[in-house]
Protein backbone atom coordinates (compact mmCIF):
# COMPACT_ATOMS: atom_id res chain seq x y z
CA UNK A 1 0.00 0.00 0.00
CA UNK A 2 1.47 3.39 -1.02
CA UNK A 3 1.50 5.77 2.00
CA UNK A 4 2.23 9.16 0.12
CA UNK A 5 2.48 10.68 -2.99
CA UNK A 6 5.97 12.00 -2.29
CA UNK A 7 9.37 10.93 -3.55
CA UNK A 8 11.13 9.14 -1.20
CA UNK A 9 13.75 12.14 -0.02
CA UNK A 10 10.47 14.23 1.00
CA UNK A 11 8.87 11.47 2.67
CA UNK A 12 11.90 10.66 4.96
CA UNK A 13 12.27 14.56 5.47
CA UNK A 14 8.18 14.37 6.52
CA UNK A 15 8.57 11.40 8.09
CA UNK A 16 11.28 13.38 10.55
CA UNK A 17 8.92 15.84 10.99
CA UNK A 18 5.98 14.39 11.44
CA UNK A 19 8.00 11.94 13.97
CA UNK A 20 9.08 15.52 16.20
CA UNK A 21 6.16 17.34 15.73
CA UNK A 22 3.91 14.72 17.38
CA UNK A 23 6.57 13.30 19.97
CA UNK A 24 6.39 17.07 21.48
CA UNK A 25 2.81 17.26 21.18
CA UNK A 26 2.88 14.12 23.25
CA UNK A 27 4.84 16.06 25.58
CA UNK A 28 2.05 18.65 26.06
CA UNK A 29 -0.48 16.09 25.88
CA UNK A 30 1.21 14.57 29.20
CA UNK A 31 1.22 17.98 30.40
CA UNK A 32 -2.57 17.85 30.66
CA UNK A 33 -2.59 14.10 32.14
CA UNK A 34 -0.39 15.05 34.81
CA UNK A 35 -2.67 17.87 36.40
CA UNK A 36 -4.93 15.24 37.75
CA UNK A 37 -2.79 13.93 39.90
CA UNK A 38 -1.08 16.59 41.23
CA UNK A 39 -4.41 18.47 42.16
CA UNK A 40 -5.84 15.04 44.56
CA UNK A 41 -4.81 16.00 47.38
CA UNK A 42 -5.58 20.08 46.73
CA UNK A 43 -9.39 18.87 45.12
CA UNK A 44 -9.43 16.54 48.26
CA UNK A 45 -9.26 19.08 50.96
CA UNK A 46 -11.17 21.35 48.80
CA UNK A 47 -14.10 19.50 48.63
CA UNK A 48 -13.93 16.97 51.69
CA UNK A 49 -13.53 13.85 49.37
CA UNK A 50 -13.10 10.60 50.91
CA UNK A 51 -10.63 8.01 50.10
CA UNK A 52 -13.29 5.27 48.25
CA UNK A 53 -14.60 8.97 46.45
CA UNK A 54 -11.06 9.55 45.23
CA UNK A 55 -10.86 6.20 43.64
CA UNK A 56 -13.71 6.47 42.14
CA UNK A 57 -13.05 9.54 40.46
CA UNK A 58 -10.38 8.09 38.40
CA UNK A 59 -12.40 5.06 38.16
CA UNK A 60 -14.57 7.44 36.16
CA UNK A 61 -11.92 9.37 34.20
CA UNK A 62 -10.87 5.81 32.88
CA UNK A 63 -14.52 4.65 31.82
CA UNK A 64 -15.03 7.32 29.94
CA UNK A 65 -12.20 7.23 28.23
CA UNK A 66 -13.32 3.47 26.94
CA UNK A 67 -15.97 4.02 24.70
CA UNK A 68 -13.95 6.53 23.10
CA UNK A 69 -11.04 4.79 21.70
CA UNK A 70 -12.33 2.61 19.44
CA UNK A 71 -14.69 5.11 17.16
CA UNK A 72 -11.42 7.48 17.70
CA UNK A 73 -9.21 4.78 16.36
CA UNK A 74 -11.89 4.44 13.52
CA UNK A 75 -11.92 8.04 13.10
CA UNK A 76 -8.02 7.87 12.21
CA UNK A 77 -8.49 5.08 9.58
CA UNK A 78 -11.39 6.14 7.68
CA UNK A 79 -10.49 9.91 7.33
CA UNK A 80 -6.42 9.88 7.78
CA UNK A 81 -6.23 13.34 5.17
CA UNK A 82 -7.91 14.85 8.61
CA UNK A 83 -5.98 13.16 11.28
CA UNK A 84 -4.62 16.80 12.04
CA UNK A 85 -8.07 18.24 12.48
CA UNK A 86 -8.38 14.83 15.65
CA UNK A 87 -5.07 15.97 16.96
CA UNK A 88 -6.40 20.10 17.57
CA UNK A 89 -9.99 18.74 18.64
CA UNK A 90 -8.16 16.56 21.46
CA UNK A 91 -6.16 19.59 22.97
CA UNK A 92 -9.25 21.83 22.73
CA UNK A 93 -11.24 18.60 25.11
CA UNK A 94 -8.17 19.12 27.41
CA UNK A 95 -9.23 22.74 27.78
CA UNK A 96 -12.69 22.18 28.35
CA UNK A 97 -12.56 19.58 30.46
CA UNK A 98 -9.93 21.11 33.04
CA UNK A 99 -12.35 24.33 32.85
CA UNK A 100 -15.31 22.46 34.29
CA UNK A 101 -13.18 20.38 36.95
CA UNK A 102 -12.31 24.07 37.53
CA UNK A 103 -15.69 25.31 38.25
CA UNK A 104 -17.26 22.07 40.32
CA UNK A 105 -18.25 22.71 43.66
CA UNK A 106 -18.95 19.49 44.95
CA UNK A 107 -18.09 15.81 44.35
CA UNK A 108 -21.23 15.51 42.38
CA UNK A 109 -20.79 18.50 39.61
CA UNK A 110 -16.67 17.09 39.23
CA UNK A 111 -17.94 13.88 38.23
CA UNK A 112 -18.79 15.46 34.67
CA UNK A 113 -15.64 17.11 34.34
CA UNK A 114 -13.36 14.26 35.33
CA UNK A 115 -15.46 12.53 32.30
CA UNK A 116 -14.55 14.57 29.67
CA UNK A 117 -10.61 14.21 30.92
CA UNK A 118 -10.33 11.43 28.95
CA UNK A 119 -11.67 12.23 26.03
CA UNK A 120 -8.52 14.43 24.80
CA UNK A 121 -6.35 10.86 25.30
CA UNK A 122 -8.90 9.13 23.48
CA UNK A 123 -8.61 11.67 20.62
CA UNK A 124 -4.98 11.93 20.45
CA UNK A 125 -3.25 8.65 21.18
CA UNK A 126 -4.82 6.60 18.05
CA UNK A 127 -4.34 9.09 15.66
CA UNK A 128 -0.72 9.89 16.99
CA UNK A 129 0.60 5.86 17.10
CA UNK A 130 -1.42 4.58 14.06
CA UNK A 131 0.17 7.79 12.05
CA UNK A 132 3.67 6.44 13.38
CA UNK A 133 3.03 3.08 12.72
CA UNK A 134 2.31 3.27 9.49
CA UNK A 135 4.85 5.67 8.56
CA UNK A 136 7.96 3.43 10.45
CA UNK A 137 6.92 -0.28 10.04
CA UNK A 138 10.25 -1.18 10.28
CA UNK A 139 11.41 0.94 13.53
CA UNK A 140 7.78 0.48 14.51
CA UNK A 141 9.35 0.13 18.51
CA UNK A 142 12.11 2.41 18.29
CA UNK A 143 9.34 5.07 16.41
CA UNK A 144 6.39 4.34 19.13
CA UNK A 145 9.16 4.67 21.88
CA UNK A 146 10.36 8.35 20.48
CA UNK A 147 6.79 9.55 20.44
CA UNK A 148 6.97 7.99 24.35
CA UNK A 149 9.99 9.70 25.48
CA UNK A 150 8.15 12.94 24.48
CA UNK A 151 5.53 11.87 26.97
CA UNK A 152 8.73 11.68 29.88
CA UNK A 153 9.47 14.82 28.99
CA UNK A 154 6.45 16.42 29.72
CA UNK A 155 5.76 13.99 32.92
CA UNK A 156 9.01 15.50 34.06
CA UNK A 157 8.80 18.91 33.62
CA UNK A 158 5.14 19.32 34.10
CA UNK A 159 5.15 18.09 37.75
CA UNK A 160 7.67 20.05 38.64
CA UNK A 161 6.31 23.07 37.19
CA UNK A 162 2.67 21.92 37.96
CA UNK A 163 3.72 21.46 41.64
CA UNK A 164 5.17 25.58 41.89
CA UNK A 165 2.58 26.81 40.11
CA UNK A 166 -0.12 25.36 42.75
CA UNK A 167 2.19 27.45 45.30
CA UNK A 168 1.06 30.67 43.93
CA UNK A 169 -2.23 30.22 42.95
CA UNK A 170 -5.42 27.77 43.66
CA UNK A 171 -6.00 25.20 41.73
CA UNK A 172 -9.27 25.92 40.35
CA UNK A 173 -7.02 29.52 38.86
CA UNK A 174 -4.99 26.59 37.34
CA UNK A 175 -6.98 25.05 35.85
CA UNK A 176 -8.94 27.79 34.58
CA UNK A 177 -5.63 29.04 32.29
CA UNK A 178 -5.29 25.64 30.86
CA UNK A 179 -7.85 26.91 28.68
CA UNK A 180 -5.19 29.22 26.50
CA UNK A 181 -2.27 26.65 25.61
CA UNK A 182 -4.90 24.55 24.63
CA UNK A 183 -6.43 26.60 21.82
CA UNK A 184 -2.69 27.58 20.93
CA UNK A 185 -1.78 23.58 20.45
CA UNK A 186 -5.06 23.13 18.78
CA UNK A 187 -4.57 26.43 16.04
CA UNK A 188 -0.58 24.67 15.95
CA UNK A 189 -1.88 21.02 14.90
CA UNK A 190 -4.32 22.06 12.88
CA UNK A 191 -2.57 24.44 10.10
CA UNK A 192 0.90 22.58 11.36
CA UNK A 193 0.28 19.24 10.71
CA UNK A 194 -2.62 19.53 8.06
CA UNK A 195 -0.69 20.11 4.61
CA UNK A 196 1.34 16.57 5.61
CA UNK A 197 -1.72 14.72 6.29
CA UNK A 198 -3.75 16.04 2.97
CA UNK A 199 -0.93 14.91 0.95
CA UNK A 200 -1.56 11.39 1.96
CA UNK A 201 -3.68 9.09 -0.82
CA UNK A 202 -6.82 8.80 0.48
CA UNK A 203 -6.86 4.20 1.75
CA UNK A 204 -10.02 4.64 3.46
CA UNK A 205 -11.18 0.53 3.83
CA UNK A 206 -14.79 -0.86 3.14
CA UNK A 207 -16.71 -1.35 6.46
CA UNK A 208 -16.34 -4.96 6.01
CA UNK A 209 -13.01 -5.34 5.78
CA UNK A 210 -11.98 -3.54 8.39
CA UNK A 211 -14.50 -5.54 10.60
CA UNK A 212 -13.16 -8.37 9.54
CA UNK A 213 -9.44 -7.29 9.83
CA UNK A 214 -10.91 -5.84 13.57
CA UNK A 215 -11.93 -9.84 14.59
CA UNK A 216 -9.01 -11.36 13.33
CA UNK A 217 -7.15 -9.03 14.91
CA UNK A 218 -8.73 -10.50 18.58
CA UNK A 219 -8.99 -13.83 17.55
CA UNK A 220 -4.64 -13.62 17.88
CA UNK A 221 -3.47 -15.04 21.19
CA UNK A 222 -1.00 -12.52 21.28
CA UNK A 223 -3.85 -9.65 21.11
CA UNK A 224 -5.48 -11.46 23.91
CA UNK A 225 -2.55 -12.10 25.88
CA UNK A 226 -1.15 -8.57 25.28
CA UNK A 227 -5.24 -7.11 26.78
CA UNK A 228 -4.85 -9.12 29.62
CA UNK A 229 -1.20 -7.58 30.49
CA UNK A 230 -2.52 -4.03 29.65
CA UNK A 231 -5.50 -5.09 32.23
CA UNK A 232 -3.39 -5.61 35.06
CA UNK A 233 -0.19 -2.79 34.66
CA UNK A 234 -2.90 -0.38 34.09
CA UNK A 235 -5.03 -1.24 37.06
CA UNK A 236 -1.84 -1.31 39.48
CA UNK A 237 -0.71 2.05 37.34
CA UNK A 238 -3.87 4.25 38.29
CA UNK A 239 -3.77 3.08 42.07
CA UNK A 240 -0.22 4.72 42.25
CA UNK A 241 -1.19 7.41 40.34
CA UNK A 242 -4.35 7.46 42.93
CA UNK A 243 -2.79 7.11 46.10
CA UNK A 244 0.99 7.88 45.62
CA UNK A 245 0.15 11.71 45.77
CA UNK A 246 -1.70 11.28 48.74
CA UNK A 247 1.06 8.87 50.39
CA UNK A 248 3.78 11.62 49.61
CA UNK A 249 1.62 14.87 50.62
CA UNK A 250 -0.55 13.32 53.15
CA UNK A 251 1.61 10.75 54.96
CA UNK A 252 4.32 12.01 54.17
CA UNK A 253 3.71 16.00 55.12
CA UNK A 254 5.83 17.07 51.78
CA UNK A 255 4.47 20.05 49.70
CA UNK A 256 3.19 20.62 46.36
CA UNK A 257 6.50 20.86 44.99
CA UNK A 258 7.86 18.09 46.83
CA UNK A 259 5.38 15.89 45.39
CA UNK A 260 5.74 17.46 42.54
CA UNK A 261 9.89 16.65 42.57
CA UNK A 262 8.94 12.98 43.49
CA UNK A 263 6.29 12.37 40.60
CA UNK A 264 8.47 13.81 37.80
CA UNK A 265 11.56 11.53 39.29
CA UNK A 266 8.81 8.60 38.52
CA UNK A 267 8.86 9.59 34.66
CA UNK A 268 12.05 10.70 34.44
CA UNK A 269 14.25 8.21 33.56
CA UNK A 270 11.39 6.89 31.10
CA UNK A 271 12.99 9.27 28.69
CA UNK A 272 15.94 7.07 29.10
CA UNK A 273 14.51 3.70 28.96
CA UNK A 274 11.77 4.28 26.23
CA UNK A 275 14.52 4.30 23.58
CA UNK A 276 16.15 1.55 24.81
CA UNK A 277 13.63 -0.69 25.65
CA UNK A 278 11.89 0.27 21.76
CA UNK A 279 15.32 -0.84 20.09
CA UNK A 280 15.74 -3.74 22.10
CA UNK A 281 12.16 -4.87 21.16
CA UNK A 282 13.10 -4.62 17.81
CA UNK A 283 16.17 -6.29 17.43
CA UNK A 284 15.53 -9.15 20.22
CA UNK A 285 11.30 -9.39 20.15
CA UNK A 286 8.71 -8.09 22.56
CA UNK A 287 8.36 -10.96 25.31
CA UNK A 288 12.73 -10.54 25.30
CA UNK A 289 11.72 -7.02 26.73
CA UNK A 290 8.31 -7.67 28.01
CA UNK A 291 9.03 -10.51 31.04
CA UNK A 292 12.36 -9.32 32.94
CA UNK A 293 10.92 -5.83 32.93
CA UNK A 294 7.28 -6.78 34.34
CA UNK A 295 9.51 -8.83 37.27
CA UNK A 296 11.12 -5.67 38.27
CA UNK A 297 8.32 -3.85 37.68
CA UNK A 298 6.28 -5.58 40.13
CA UNK A 299 9.24 -6.02 42.65
CA UNK A 300 9.79 -2.12 42.42
CA UNK A 301 6.16 -1.72 43.63
CA UNK A 302 6.48 -3.85 46.40
CA UNK A 303 9.83 -2.02 47.60
CA UNK A 304 7.62 1.50 47.37
CA UNK A 305 5.35 0.04 50.29
CA UNK A 306 8.88 -0.80 52.36
CA UNK A 307 11.18 2.14 51.55
CA UNK A 308 11.86 4.67 53.98
CA UNK A 309 11.22 8.61 53.41
CA UNK A 310 14.70 10.04 51.68
CA UNK A 311 17.50 8.23 49.64
CA UNK A 312 15.40 4.82 49.70
CA UNK A 313 12.53 6.38 48.14
CA UNK A 314 14.06 8.48 45.81
CA UNK A 315 16.23 5.55 44.41
CA UNK A 316 12.92 3.49 44.58
CA UNK A 317 10.63 5.88 42.49
CA UNK A 318 13.17 6.55 40.17
CA UNK A 319 13.66 2.88 39.57
CA UNK A 320 10.03 2.62 38.84
CA UNK A 321 10.13 5.56 36.51
CA UNK A 322 12.03 3.16 34.18
CA UNK A 323 8.82 0.99 33.40
CA UNK A 324 5.85 3.08 34.39
CA UNK A 325 5.02 4.38 31.13
CA UNK A 326 7.84 2.92 28.71
CA UNK A 327 6.30 -0.90 28.30
CA UNK A 328 2.86 0.50 26.74
CA UNK A 329 4.88 1.68 23.93
CA UNK A 330 6.60 -1.86 23.42
CA UNK A 331 2.91 -3.85 24.13
CA UNK A 332 1.00 -1.37 21.80
CA UNK A 333 4.36 -2.27 19.28
CA UNK A 334 3.46 -6.05 20.01
CA UNK A 335 -0.34 -6.12 18.99
CA UNK A 336 0.49 -3.41 15.91
CA UNK A 337 2.92 -5.93 14.92
CA UNK A 338 0.13 -7.94 13.88
CA UNK A 339 -2.43 -6.04 12.87
CA UNK A 340 -3.21 -5.31 9.23
CA UNK A 341 -2.68 -1.84 7.58
CA UNK A 342 -6.77 -1.27 7.67
CA UNK A 343 -7.12 -1.01 11.70
CA UNK A 344 -3.34 0.26 12.72
CA UNK A 345 -4.99 3.20 14.57
CA UNK A 346 -8.01 1.32 15.72
CA UNK A 347 -5.73 -0.87 17.14
CA UNK A 348 -5.47 0.89 20.22
CA UNK A 349 -9.08 1.16 20.33
CA UNK A 350 -10.08 -2.18 19.67
CA UNK A 351 -7.26 -3.47 22.53
CA UNK A 352 -8.06 -0.23 25.07
CA UNK A 353 -11.98 -0.65 24.53
CA UNK A 354 -11.67 -4.03 26.55
CA UNK A 355 -8.54 -3.04 28.81
CA UNK A 356 -10.06 0.38 29.71
CA UNK A 357 -13.77 -1.29 31.02
CA UNK A 358 -11.84 -3.91 32.89
CA UNK A 359 -9.25 -1.73 34.39
CA UNK A 360 -12.35 0.38 36.33
CA UNK A 361 -12.40 -1.42 38.97
CA UNK A 362 -8.50 -1.30 40.04
CA UNK A 363 -8.84 2.11 42.21
CA UNK A 364 -11.82 1.50 43.54
CA UNK A 365 -10.46 -1.78 44.89
CA UNK A 366 -7.21 0.12 46.13
CA UNK A 367 -9.37 2.85 47.73
CA UNK A 368 -10.98 -0.11 49.48
CA UNK A 369 -7.69 -1.00 50.40
CA UNK A 370 -6.27 2.36 51.58
CA UNK A 371 -9.48 2.80 53.91
CA UNK A 372 -9.20 -0.13 55.40
CA UNK A 373 -5.19 -1.37 55.67
CA UNK A 374 -3.46 1.72 54.93
CA UNK A 375 -2.08 3.80 51.92
CA UNK A 376 0.83 1.46 51.54
CA UNK A 377 -1.59 -1.32 50.66
CA UNK A 378 -2.02 0.13 47.58
CA UNK A 379 1.62 -0.34 46.45
CA UNK A 380 1.29 -4.43 47.63
CA UNK A 381 -2.12 -4.51 45.54
CA UNK A 382 -0.09 -3.05 42.01
CA UNK A 383 2.81 -5.39 42.66
CA UNK A 384 0.77 -8.14 42.85
CA UNK A 385 -1.28 -7.10 39.88
CA UNK A 386 2.10 -6.41 37.63
CA UNK A 387 3.80 -10.06 39.01
CA UNK A 388 0.72 -11.38 37.87
CA UNK A 389 0.86 -9.51 34.03
CA UNK A 390 4.97 -10.77 34.11
CA UNK A 391 3.51 -14.29 34.87
CA UNK A 392 1.11 -14.24 31.90
CA UNK A 393 3.57 -13.35 29.39
CA UNK A 394 5.65 -16.05 30.99
CA UNK A 395 3.25 -18.38 29.84
CA UNK A 396 1.89 -17.40 26.62
CA UNK A 397 3.92 -17.61 23.18
CA UNK A 398 4.72 -15.01 21.52
CA UNK A 399 7.15 -15.15 18.07
CA UNK A 400 10.80 -14.13 18.99
CA UNK A 401 10.76 -11.93 16.00
CA UNK A 402 6.83 -11.05 14.15
CA UNK A 403 7.03 -9.50 10.73
CA UNK A 404 8.50 -5.87 10.94
CA UNK A 405 5.54 -4.59 8.76
CA UNK A 406 1.64 -4.82 9.00
CA UNK A 407 0.01 -7.38 6.63
CA UNK A 408 -0.72 -5.86 3.79
CA UNK A 409 -4.30 -5.54 2.40
CA UNK A 410 -5.53 -7.73 0.05
Not at 23 to 29: K, L, P, R
Not at 112 to 131: F, N, R
Not at 162 to 182: D, H, K, S, V, Y
Not at 379 to 405: D, Q
Amino acid sequence: MAETREPGSLQKANGAVLLGALSSGHAAVHWYQQIWPLIIPAIKASLGLTDMQLGALTSVKQFSTSPLMLPSGMLADFFRKRTAIILAVAFLFFGISHLLVALAPTFLWIIPGVALLGVGTALWHPAAIGSLSLRFPERRGSALSAHGVGASIGDTIAPIAIGFLLLTMTWQRFLELQMIPAILLALLFWKGLGPMYRNLEESRPSLGAFWGDAINLLKNHVTLAIIGVNVLTSMARLSIMTFLPIYIQDDLAYSALGLGFYWGLLHAMGAVSQPAMGYLSDKFGRKAVLLPSLVLFGVLYLALAAAAPGVQLILVVGALGLFFYALVNVTHATVMDVASTKVQASTLGIVGIFSQFLTVPGPLIAGYLVTNYGTESSFIFAGVLTLAAALLVAVVPIPKSLAPKPKTDD
